[in-house]
């Protein structure tokens, strides 16, 4: 069972990033999946979950609410997440994770994004 998030780097402020996080080792489309975020002597902070199957339920927190979106391609065993609008308060460590039940059970290994002029 295996995550692995690509995509982050170094954006001015307004820009957009593109995450992907590709999944291996189990059946993709089955579970909710979140991705989730480290600043740099921060907490992790939760960012966006999407539902299992066909996506129809998305969530996000306040603090991204218009600016990001997540999706998935079920049959390439990908999420995603698009962040547009990006602010310095953006940058952090990107995590992708599978939801268990409200709980993140497998982890990927992050990717990192920087908002920066």
């Known amino acids: 069972v295996q995550l692995q998030a690509s995509g982050g780097g170094l954006v001015q402020p307004g820009g957009s990033l593109r995450l992907s996080c590709a999944a291996s080792g189990f059946t993709f489309s089955y579970w909710w999946m979140s991705w989730v975020r480290q600043a740099p002597g921060k907490r992790l902070e939760y960012v966006s979950t999407?539902?299992?199957?066909?996506?129809?339920?998305?969530d996000y927190a306040d603090s991204v609410k218009g600016r990001f979106t997540i999706s998935r391609d079920n049959a390439l065993n990908t999420l995603s997440l698009q962040m547009n609008s990006l602010k310095p308060e953006d940058t952090a460590l990107y995590f992708c994770?599978?939801?268990?039940?409200?709980?993140?059970?497998?982890w990927g290994q992050g990717t990192q994004v920087t908002v920066s002029s």
């Open positions: 999407i539902s299992a199957n066909d996506g129809s339920r998305t």
């Open positions: 994770a599978r939801n268990n039940y409200g709980a993140a059970d497998v």
